[in-house]
């Protein structure tokens, strides 16, 4: 009895290691979530919409020449950039290289959100995603993971 459970562990741990970084991200962490879905409400709804749909006609220039906020769910391409790009946007700020005018059209979040809210916003993103989208965007991380944040290590905090 003992050993069959000590079989059925091993089998456990080697089915676990077998699903492991490579294949898929692991579940987001509810907390993170939570956490993000405050901020993203609080911070970032007002541009993206409430749904991360995004502005209207996202992907045309408006008169001034900017593009508008895209989406962040599935029909957008938050999911194509790293975990490391995201953080940097989102803290540095972002506009387009084509834009008509010079200003960060995505402002910088820098002084506003906590490293902590900046992660857990865009872990909250990905929740938008498809399972698709995540694995790409997952495997997109592996060298470009949070900034000071290894990648085995984001994946045992739960990212
Ligand atoms: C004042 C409006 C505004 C607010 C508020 C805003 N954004 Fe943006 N964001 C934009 C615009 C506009 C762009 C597109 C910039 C460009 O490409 O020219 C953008 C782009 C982005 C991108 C890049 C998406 C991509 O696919 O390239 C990310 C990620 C992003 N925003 C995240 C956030 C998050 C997270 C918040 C809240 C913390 C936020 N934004 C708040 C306007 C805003």
Not at 19 to 36: E, I, K, N, T, W
Not at 121 to 138: D, G, M, N, P
């Amino acid at each position: 009895m003992r050993n069959a459970r000590a079989a059925a562990l091993t089998a456990a741990s080697v089915l676990l290691a077998g699903c492991g970084r490579r294949d898929g991200p692991p579940a987001p962490d509810p907390d993170a979530v939570a956490l993000g879905r405050g901020v993203y409400n609080q911070y970032c709804a007002g541009c993206h919409g409430a749904n991360g749909e995004g502005a209207a006609d996202w992907d045309t220039p408006n008169v001034a020449g900017e593009l508008p906020a895209p989406p962040h769910d599935s029909t957008g391409h938050t999911w194509k950039h790293s975990d490391r790009m995201l953080y940097h946007i989102v803290l540095q700020g972002w506009r387009d290289p084509f834009n008509k005018t010079e200003r960060l059209t995505m402002p910088a979040f820098q002084g506003v959100l906590s490293p902590l809210e900046a992660r857990a916003v865009i872990t909250y993103l990905k929740t938008l995603w498809s399972a698709e989208q995540r694995r790409f965007q997952f495997q997109e991380s592996q060298d470009e993971p949070f900034p000071g944040v290894a990648a085995d290590a984001g994946a045992a905090l739960k990212r």
